[in-house]
């Protein structure tokens, strides 16, 4: 999750740039704006309006306590507009990242909510002004006008570029920080502030008695929210300030330093000075004895201008500043798409400001009375609480997010701490503005959902889609919508029927009632902001996984099945959903993430089958292009093997063949390339000629198996394999094993071991084949993977009931060993403990895994128990049904007889019957050239000769005649003398093979 957001937040500091032309000393002054807020605030402190009271000289510390709150809320501030470097609008369009997990409307809200805090502003200092203009320079004209007209300039000001409005704001700058300071030095300079007076404090209190007093320090505090926080302003241009990450920080503390003289130098030197009464009216009439002693009659002006130029910076900074929150948002996607047009040359954001200066003349010729200003407020204080909120987020989900300046340790949480004030000053002290003031609050809160849906529907049009009902989000918060309704009609409800005057139980009642509506917008917004963003994850990685990895794994599914191996390709792409929760929607999450980890791992397992395949393929198609090679050498070498040629072409494009259609036919081809090179090594006089078939010979026999074991293999996992049912005896299976595996264990001088339990000579129905399939496998790897020992075969009757006889039958071995690690990755296909493995013993991997599904599919198991070095055990387990006790009569039959009826179907009567008359004569003209062999030389051509001759004997079925030849073979190369008695049992052997009454014959 932390490293999506991330994502998303580097995304969102990518935006796009603007004009870098001010330094910190235009930022500081067009954020001057938000600093000497206090000045139109003091009368409605001290004084209040109308039915609304003030809080009396109590207001000086509690404009001290905004200020400490504010300052708290300062580097988490500098911290996240500074992760933004290209956007601008300060703290309150920084929060899209943030928010958007959770709920993307909470970014429109936030900064809609802040540009309505301004507004105001802009109308109230316009109207301070222009009673100061008409009071010395146009007593004839309307205060509206010349108001709307002080509007209209500022807004022509800034439509001119924000270097030429920093020009204009830091000559208003320079004027208002200079008198500011002179009406703080002047009066402790020349000792005309009463000091026990500036530090005197009376609270004002609506009604009697504690909670009274906590109601009247709340709404004071609330409505300072209104101007302490507001030096933040410094933070608007962030995206235009030269050198951003040194020069924002500067004004910033500029700022902070100026609102720190605004909000309580000021309000303590002049209630030293004027006392209360004069701070709670029109300060452009009273702070002239501020200035009187210096500057005598003149203070008067003095006093005035001095209200002029800081109502002037109030007019000004709405306009450049809180107008940019609504174009940067725009620009997000999170607001209407006209606010975000922009004036070319000037690069302003002129409908942003247009719709400002607007919204500002509006409400001044309301006459921007203080409850408009405190309903302002309260959005006011959603958009600077929710940036402390956002940073949180940020450090809490995405710690490792690029961050230029980074906030000192607890600053964040003091920081949530000042909102959590400014919050509950909000539900304590929001009422004591009245009914009027806590709903309008409420519908300017809420504006940002309806300015959020306005975009969506724009984007809905464009996208061909405008049933905005049918969201979720849209049903959950129009359900919001209704509750809260319904709230505000019980409560107007319930006031009416309290007493008309003010006392402790309808101020608790309309406490409640701004908690409730709070608690419902949060949760309106929040809530089904986190569900229809859940669900819409959900719903946009569920449509990437079906159109792009499940799709592609069903296509390749497919191609796996024609035999396109180059189709089978699988891309792993998911899209995990961020998990934020522990609820529902977060069960939800994680199970869509785990369903993707499946299918992602059998993409893996399909990619990693196509991969072995094709290496497979691979080395078919590399033995197959030596096999030509060879057999190309072989025909320019001697003419005589041409026929042997085109009978091994005939043999490849059988194979050729094979691969295309996937056909078992593959092996009759090989068989007969087998039976030819046989002739060739007996026939080629010419001895390369000779190495050249043996290598033939050689290369073809390891093909088969290989091509054996995938076909058979194929055939299993295709469930090609029919599962038959005959009589059969384990011993007698278990013997013909056995004697198959002989010369090979005879070669590595291996001994063949019994260990037949009782029973195991009974006859059974089972599948004869598979069992001897799963014996081979087993005692042909104990064989392979041992040098020196014996091999054990074990035969035990476990569980007998009255139906069926559970048969444990086991193959162990005194071979290399597994080790525990590699358990697991025998049994898979093309796989083997280690590579070293099949460099060192051959083979591709398919016969564990072969054995594994024949037992499986006969109902049983397989498994091992294995120690490196020490040797393996394998096992499996058999459920069969027993019919006798006896075994099975062998008759006269012949084993050979068989092998050899099957190997003459396979490479036809004329081969067949050559390779038996090679054979005969090869084993007539080995014997006496044994017999005749008196030189080293001599007696090792007679070793060759018995080694060629029992290659084909192995070849033909005749198991025992090729042991003996291989017994003859080894006392020749160690040169040990061959005893009568062992000649004269081959000489037998083979008359009794090829006598003419033989059925091999």
Not at 548 to 571: C, I, N, P, Q
Request: hydrophobic share 45%; net charge neutral; proline share 4%.
């Amino acid at each position: 999750m932390s490293e999506a957001i991330a994502s998303e937040v580097d995304a969102i500091g990518k935006t796009k740039n603007h004009r870098r032309t001010i330094g910190w000393l235009g930022t500081s002054a067009l954020g001057m704006g938000g600093s000497n807020q206090s000045v139109f605030l003091l009368a409605a402190l001290f004084a209040g309006q109308g039915n609304i009271p003030g809080q009396g000289t109590a207001a000086v510390p509690l404009l001290l306590l905004g200020l400490l709150l504010s300052y708290a809320s300062a580097p988490g501030w500098l911290e996240l507009v500074l992760m933004y470097p290209n956007r601008v609008g300060g703290i309150a369009a920084s929060c899209t990242a943030a928010f958007r997990p959770y709920s993307e409307i909470l970014s429109a809200l936030t900064g809609v909510s802040y540009w309505w805090g301004w507004v105001p502003t802009c109308g109230l200092t316009a109207l301070f002004s222009a009673g100061a203009i008409k009071q010395w320079l146009l007593p004839g004209v309307n205060l509206d006008v010349i108001a709307v007209g002080l509007v209209l300039l500022f807004l022509g000001v800034n439509l001119c570029g924000i270097r030429f409005t920093t020009r204009v704001a830091l000559v208003i700058a320079t004027a208002s920080s200079s008198l500011a300071f002179l009406s703080a030095i002047i009066p402790i300079v020349s000792g005309t502030t009463h000091w026990h007076q500036a530090f005197s404090y009376h609270l004002n209190t609506p009604f009697e008695g504690r909670f009274g007093q906590l109601t009247s320090l709340m709404a004071g505090l609330y409505l300072i929210g209104f101007g302490a926080p507001a030096f933040e302003a410094a933070t608007c241009h962030v995206g235009e300030t030269i050198a951003q990450n040194r020069n924002v920080p500067r004004a910033l503390l500029a700022n902070a330093a100026m609102a720190g003289l605004y909000f309580f130098v000021l309000p303590v030197v002049w209630l030293g000075v004027l006392g209360s009464g004069p701070l709670g009216g029109d300060l452009s009439r009273t702070l002239g004895p501020v200035y009187a002693p210096w500057f005598g009659a003149t203070g008067r002006a003095l006093g005035l201008w001095f209200i002029t130029f800081n109502m002037f910076h109030g007019t000004l900074q709405p306009l450049a500043g809180a107008s940019r929150v609504l174009s940067q948002l725009s620009e997000d996607g999170l607001l209407p798409r006209f606010l975000a047009l922009r004036l070319r040359a000037t690069d302003t954001p002129w409908a942003a400001a247009t719709v400002t200066a607007g919204a500002a003349i509006l409400f001044l010729l309301i006459g921007d009375p203080i409850w408009l200003v405190a309903a302002a407020n309260f959005t006011y204080l959603i958009g600077i609480c929710l940036p402390n909120i956002a940073v949180w987020l940020l450090r809490r989900d995405a710690p490792q997010a690029h961050r230029p300046w980074r906030a000192p340790r607890g600053t964040i949480g003091l920081g949530l701490g000042a909102a959590t004030v400014w919050g509950l000053s909000t539900v304590l002290g929001f009422e004591q503005f009245g009914i009027p003031t806590v709903v309008l609050g409420i519908i300017m809160g809420y504006s940002g959902a309806a300015f959020y849906a306005w975009r969506k529907f724009e984007d809905g049009v464009r996208r061909g889609r405008v049933n905005m009902f049918g969201s979720l989000h849209v049903k959950l918060t129009g359900s919001m919508l209704l509750v809260l309704a319904l709230d505000a009609t019980g409560y107007i409800i319930a006031v009416s029927k309290i007493l008309a005057q003010r006392n402790s139980t309808a101020v608790m009642l309309e406490d409640i009632f701004v908690a409730v509506a709070m608690l419902t917008i949060s949760v309106g917004i929040v809530l089904p902001g986190m569900i229809a963003h859940s669900a819409d994850q959900v719903s946009r990685a569920a449509s990437h996984l079906v159109g792009g990895m499940l799709s592609d794994f069903l296509k390749a599914m497919d191609a796996l099945g024609r035999g396109d191996l180059e189709s089978t390709h699988v891309r792993v792409n998911t899209r995990p959903v961020q998990v934020r929760s522990r609820d529902e929607l977060g069960m939800m999450a994680r199970n869509f993430n785990l369903m993707q980890e499946k299918i992602a791992h059998a993409v893996h397992g399909l990619n990693g089958a196509r991969n072995g395949l094709t290496t497979a393929r691979e080395q078919l198609t590399s033995l197959n292009q030596s096999l030509s090679e060879r057999f190309e050498r072989e025909r320019l070498l001697n003419g005589e093997l041409l026929l042997a040629k085109e009978d091994a072409d005939s043999g490849n494009r059988a194979k050729s063949e094979f691969l295309a259609a996937m056909s078992h036919e593959l092996r009759t081809p090989m068989n007969g390339v087998i039976g030819m090179s046989e002739l060739l090594i007996e026939s080629c006089a010419d001895e390369e000629a000779r190495h050249f078939a043996q290598s033939i010979h050689f290369s073809a026999t390891e093909l088969l198996g290989i091509l054996e074991n995938i076909l058979a293999y194929t055939r299993i996992e295709s469930d090609t394999l029919t599962q038959e049912e005959n009589e059969l005896c384990l011993q007698q299976l278990a013997e013909e094993a056995l004697g198959a595996a002989t010369p090979e264990a005879t070669r590595k001088r291996l001994t063949l071991a019994r260990q037949f339990g009782p029973g195991s000579n009974r006859i059974f129905l089972g599948d004869a084949n598979k069992i001897g399939r799963i014996l081979s496998c087993l005692i042909g790897n104990a064989i392979k993977f041992t040098e020196a020992g014996r091999i054990t075969l074990g035969i035990a009757i476990t569980t007998e009931d009255a139906q069926d006889v559970v048969v444990k039958i086991s193959v162990q071995d005194t071979g290399i060993g597994i080790s525990p690690e590699q358990h697991g990755n025998i049994f898979a296909a093309f796989s083997q403990a280690d590579f070293s493995t099949t460099r060192k013993h051959g083979g591709i991997g398919l016969g564990l895994a072969m054995a594994r599904r024949l037992v499986e599919g006969m109902g049983g198991e397989l498994g091992v128990t294995s120690q490196t070095g020490v040797g393996s055990l394998f096992w499996f387990t058999l459920r069969l049904r027993p019919t006798g006790d006896a075994p099975p009569s062998t008759g006269t039959a012949d084993p050979a007889a068989e092998i050899a009826a099957d190997l003459r179907e396979e490479i036809g009567e004329v081969a067949y019957g050559q390779l038996l008359t090679n054979l005969q004569h090869s084993i007539e003209d080995g014997l006496t050239l044994v017999q005749n062999a008196a030189s080293a030389e001599e007696i090792q051509v007679a070793a060759g000769l018995m080694r060629v001759v029992r290659f084909s004997a192995n070849s033909l079925g005749f198991a025992t005649l090729a042991q003996m030849l291989h017994e003859i073979e080894q006392g020749l190369r160690e040169r040990r003398s061959v005893s009568p008695e062992a000649l004269e049992r081959l000489t037998q052997a083979a008359a009794r093979y090829f006598q003419p009454q033989n059925p091999a014959n």
